[in-house]
């Protein structure tokens, strides 16, 4: 981290502090809440930087790099659209003080001969409203709210997103497992094809036989250009996310490897309901409403105006030359004592509260949800390491030496090779899922889940 990076860190607000920290690769945004927030001047956007990639258009990422790049890529923009900087310019405006009011105004007496030549009077007055019963204090607590709800759904944002990128990121490595595995399958029938096109030449084996390979070999040739395809289009998808250029050559350096966790659910729930931004947000949207309330039964008590002023006049009057002027001046609360505010901030209130127990009660279930998943893709990525995967691969092998020894039949060799695909692949799929619910838990819980 530069000087630079550091001396602009340091003006942020906490939700980004701790993405910097997390990726450190975060954009700068100001420092939210406190009397430091409402006098610094917003910072203009950062220019998005380019993808690294050698010359030879080649950009090598891992998992981390990658999500270091989207939020470097995208963080202006994710700024911008949640509001940070609006609700920090709220924040500003319930700290001022209200404007006072200066008047000034001519007296004259017209009777008894006189004029304004000879009788007029110049006065000038200031007033200044006075806010009370905390109101002012009020204003700048909901607006600190705000601030810290929209950085909270900033966070939210980011969050998704994450998982997007994540996922995105291993399917591409799917996509490279699945074409691996094809282009194996073909070339590996290629040679049995080489072999027994000899073999049938030589009349050891009939004709029927040697369609048989041949038809197979253009099932396996037809899923690697499906493999090719699905692999093209994966890091299409993962360059938009990061905002990569198409001519780029994307060389994904994390590999789709299985990593045993296997954590607490009760953990995972309370960690949830603390740590996950969304909630955060819809508390601190509770709270702004509450402030809220509390300042609509503020205003119930008005506010009041003073004002001193001073008064020159004409040697003729109408008063003495010179006045001195102060007044004092406060609505009566007759009829209009803000019920209707206060009516409004109750139900606000509440729709804050449901909301937010809405929110956590999703969590929850998604945390629910996304660990009991985890639990069934780890039970059958073990399934397949026990042993499965190693014996379809070790039965493809047997049945092809037992047909080049004439002891097994095409058809045994076929079918023991569309066996070892359907294996071999289902492990890739159940590989793929374990990942994919694993980033889903994480989400769902609103931090990384430890092993």
């Known amino acids: 981290m530069t000087p630079l990076d550091a001396s602009r860190v340091r003006r942020q607000g906490p939700a980004h502090v701790v993405l ?26 950062a220019p998005a930087p380019a993808a690294a990639a050698t010359p030879n258009g080649v950009a090598r990422l891992s998992l981390t790099e990658s999500l270091g790049l989207f939020l470097k890529q995208n963080l202006d923009l994710l700024i911008a659209k949640y509001g940070i900087e609006t609700s920090k310019g709220q924040q500003i405006t319930a700290r001022l003080l209200p404007n006072p009011v200066l008047q000034v105004g001519n007296v004259a007496s017209f009777t008894q001969g006189n ?65 691996a595995l094809a282009e194996e399958n073909r070339d590996r029938f290629a040679r049995i094809l080489d072999v027994n096109t000899i073999r049938f030449k030589k009349g050891y084996i009939a004709e029927i036989d040697l369609i048989r390979i041949r038809l197979q070999m253009v099932d396996f040739q037809s899923q690697v250009i499906a493999a090719i395809q699905e692999a093209e289009s994966a890091r299409a998808d993962l360059r938009q996310l990061l905002r990569i250029s198409a001519g ?13 966790v296997d954590p607490d659910i009760a953990k995972l729930r309370s960690t949830a309901v603390q740590a996950r931004p969304d909630i955060r947000a819809k508390r601190a949207s509770f709270s702004q409403r509450e402030a809220d309330l509390k300042l609509a039964k503020a205003y119930r008590y008005p506010d009041v105006t003073v004002g001193a002023g001073y008064a020159v006049q004409g040697p003729r009057g109408p008063d003495n030359q010179q006045m001195a002027l102060l007044n004092f001046g406060v609505p009566l609360p007759l009829f209009n004592r803000n019920q209707g505010g206060i009516v409004q901030a109750e139900v ?58 004439g002891g097994a ?43």
Do not use: C, M, W
């Open 348 to 405: 606000a209130v509440q729709a804050a509260q449901a909301d937010l127990d809405k929110t956590i009660n999703q969590a929850e279930n998604e945390v629910d949800v996304a660990y009991h998943n985890l639990l069934q893709s780890r039970r059958l990525v073990e399934a397949y390491l026990s042993g499965v995967l190693d014996d379809a691969r070790a039965t493809f092998t047997i049945v092809e030496r037992a047909y080049e020894r």
């Open 248 to 260: 780029t050559k994307l060389e994904l350096t994390t590999e789709l490897d299985y990593r045993r």
């Open 115 to 179: 004029t304004i030549a000879t009788t007029g009077g110049i006065t000038s007055q200031v007033q200044q409203l006075f806010e009370i019963a905390g109101k002012r204090g009020y204003r700048i607590e909901s607006a600190g709210y705000g601030v810290q709800s929209s950085e909270a759904e900033f966070e939210d944002a980011v969050r998704q997103l994450s998982f997007a990128v994540k996922d995105a990121y291993f399917r591409v490595q799917l996509a490279q497992r699945r074409l």
């Open 20 to 45: 910097f920290s997390l990726f450190s690769l975060a954009t700068v945004i100001h420092q939210g809440g406190g009397a430091r927030a409402a006098t610094e001047a917003p910072l203009p956007p």
């Open 409 to 451: 039949t095409i058809l045994d060799l076929l079918d023991a090779a569309r066996t070892s695909r359907t294996i071999q692949q289902n492990f890739i799929e159940a590989l793929f899922s374990y990942q994919h619910n694993l980033f889903q838990l994480e989400s769902a819980v609103g931090q990384e889940v430890a092993s």
